[in-house]
């Protein structure tokens, strides 16, 4: 017979009170996460999931894609440096659109099919390959459905969906770099040329992509290279964002730890008296240490159950204008860590137990 | 047996609390036997060191100096691992107070020492509603300790201590929180469960009209123990 499902089952309030605090606390955890993950992904999914080893930026852009233009002559000259296998240019603008209907902004970005700066993520159908072909994430098309920009009076054919590669929260499409060198001139008229904004890279397997972006940057006038993790970390205000929500989600997690840590403390010193009985008929420390150890355990699935169904009803009835998906991995993440770092708050009603005298039962001390 | 022929031998057993000049002595060389299937009682006024005494010999404290063996083992010499299995599978326990566990019910008190010992399900299911049967507890064994009388709940514990068939059943002050009727009642109960398993037993207690039902009568003062011979003198 189990002490611990014995003692669960006769105080079905107490332990069910804290399975429903402990499931809310996961369930912060994980709501805050997924949406602080979304955001991010939203605002620079784009340039996450560029495939390329690095990017390479004007100078004046101050690390933001948007604000850089560069001469697109300046892939040849990227191109030649030493350790970059392969460069190409990518250009985004924000422009008008009619979606499903309605009238929205949106970003277009342009890039060469099979050359470094092709985005991931397709979710549906294939990436464009000729001119007025898009993939697009976000906006509620599907494929088949012709969108029109506006001004350029463009219309493009979806050929393809895409997950996590939007940019700056805004439906996000990729078209072949003619194309959008051709929505981009009807948007603006005038200009002597339409310019990129960046230039994407790869280097040879193996090798140190920071290393060949810092040669790019010294070696090309005007430009700043970065290895793709790092660009996406210095671009402005993301590095807030993250931190903002790693403090929330950070002090959430850290408040669930010491609930549960000092619940079963206190449930522990409630019980010394039974425990200092069960010490002396003959029950080892380890074994009611386990049953400790078990209830946390116990608690804590039960409530990381409850916890991502209430996520993922949220993320449901949620309507936040977000691409917000669970991922398995964030749940596994946070249940095992909970988990962990609830045995360890545990320690503290364990340390109690190891210290009971079981000759305090007959009061001989 | 040890070397004596007695179940029990205690052998210039002795308790100091504290060093030096804050020493106290519990205990003070106290020597006892007790043979199998003896029910004996040890009296003494509070503070006098019975508690400290059974607890050395239940395995619960350890002694400062001499031995106490138990059949062939030498209790004195465990280690604090193999004292708490001997507590589970040698001996039987009926406290004062804080007598069962709280959120097992009556027959989930005695079963719960059977896993101790890892005795099969079923046999220790059995042996449970027999002891129950025997004590008079069948209708109350689903019953959780809050549920009980005071008397039903040291009945249980009487049962809880004979669960494992142990040799030596320690019983501390078992009329403590009883009127005088439910005492002996329940003095009456533990006298004919030792005897008719021929169990061995020591009954710390307080209270002179309990030492009746018990074969022989050690007195403690301040950490001497002493065999009384005609225990109708006690008291007088």
Do not use: C, W
């Amino acid at each position: 017979m189990g002490l611990a499902g014995a003692e669960i089952r006769r105080a079905k309030l107490r332990f069910g009170l804290l399975t429903g605090a402990v499931s809310l606390l996961i369930f912060l955890v994980l709501l805050l996460s997924t949406l602080s993950s979304a955001l991010v992904g939203a605002l620079v999914g784009a340039l996450e999931g560029l495939n390329a080893d690095g990017i390479v930026y004007a100078d004046f852009a101050r690390d933001n894609i948007a604000a850089s233009r560069m001469d697109p002559s300046v892939v040849t000259s990227i191109a030649s440096v030493d350790g970059v296998v392969a460069a190409s240019a990518v250009a985004t603008f924000t422009t008008a659109a009619n979606l499903t209907g309605a009238q929205a902004d949106v970003q277009v970005f342009g890039f060469s099919p099979n050359a470094p700066g092709a985005p991931q993520g397709l979710s549906d159908g294939r990436l464009p390959t000729t001119a007025g072909e898009i993939a697009i994430d976000g906006g509620g098309a599907t494929i088949g459905d012709v969108i029109t920009l506006d001004p350029a009076g463009t219309s493009l054919t979806v050929v393809g969906l895409l997950r996590g590669a939007q940019f700056n929260a805004l439906p996000t499409m990729y078209t072949t770099l003619d194309t959008y060198a051709e929505a981009f001139a009807l948007t603006n008229p005038g200009l002597p040329f339409v310019p990129i904004n960046a230039v994407a890279f790869d280097v040879a397997d193996g090798a140190d992509a920071s290393a060949v972006a810092q040669r790019i940057s010294s070696e090309i006038p005007d430009v700043t290279g970065y290895a793709l993790d790092e660009a996406v970390a210095l671009i402005p205000g993301i590095e807030s964002i993250s931190q903002s929500f790693g403090i929330l989600v950070g002090l959430t997690f850290v408040i669930g730890i010491v609930v549960i840590g000092f619940f079963f403390l206190i449930l522990t010193v409630q019980k010394l008296r039974p425990f200092t009985l069960l010490r002396a008929i003959g029950t080892s420390t380890p074994r009611l240490a386990a049953t400790v150890a078990s209830q946390i355990v116990l608690v804590v699935l039960i409530a990381s159950l409850i916890a991502v169904g209430l996520t993922l009803a949220a993320v449901q009835g949620l309507n936040t204008g977000l691409p917000v998906t669970v991922q398995p991995s964030l749940i596994l993440g946070v249940v095992v860590s909970v988990l962990i770092f609830s045995l360890l708050a545990g320690a503290l009603s364990i340390r109690r137990i190891a210290r009971i005298d079981p000759a305090s039962a007959v009061g001989a001390r | 047996m040890n070397d004596s022929g007695s179940l029990l031998q205690v052998n210039d057993v002795s308790k100091v609390y504290g060093t030096g000049h804050t020493a106290v002595t519990a205990l003070d060389q106290a020597t006892m036997s007790v043979d199998q299937g003896e029910f004996v009682a040890l009296l003494g006024p509070s503070g006098s060191g019975k508690t400290t005494l059974i607890s050395i010999v239940g395995g619960l404290l350890a002694a400062t100096s001499g031995t106490v063996t138990l059949g062939d083992i030498e209790v004195t010499a465990l280690s604090r691992k193999d004292l708490t299995r001997f507590r589970a599978e040698r001996v039987g326990f009926v406290f004062q107070s804080a007598n069962l566990v709280p959120f097992l019910t009556a027959r989930e008190n005695l079963l719960y020492v059977a896993t101790l010992v890892k005795t099969p399900k079923k046999a220790a299911q059995q042996r449970a509603d027999q002891l129950l049967e025997e004590l008079g507890l069948a209708d109350r064994a689903k019953n959780l300790p809050e549920q009980l009388s005071g008397g039903e709940r040291q009945r249980v514990a009487i049962g809880r201590a004979l669960m494992n068939d142990p040799d030596l059943v320690l019983v501390d002050e078992p009329t403590a929180s009883l009127d005088t009727a439910l005492g002996r009642q329940v003095v009456q109960l533990l006298r004919r469960e030792i005897k008719d398993r021929g169990k061995t037993g020591i009954m710390v207690t307080h209270d002179l009209r309990m030492v009746e039902y018990t074969d022989r009568v050690f007195e403690i003062l301040d950490g001497h123990l002493t065999h009384v011979e005609s225990p109708s003198t006690l008291g007088h």
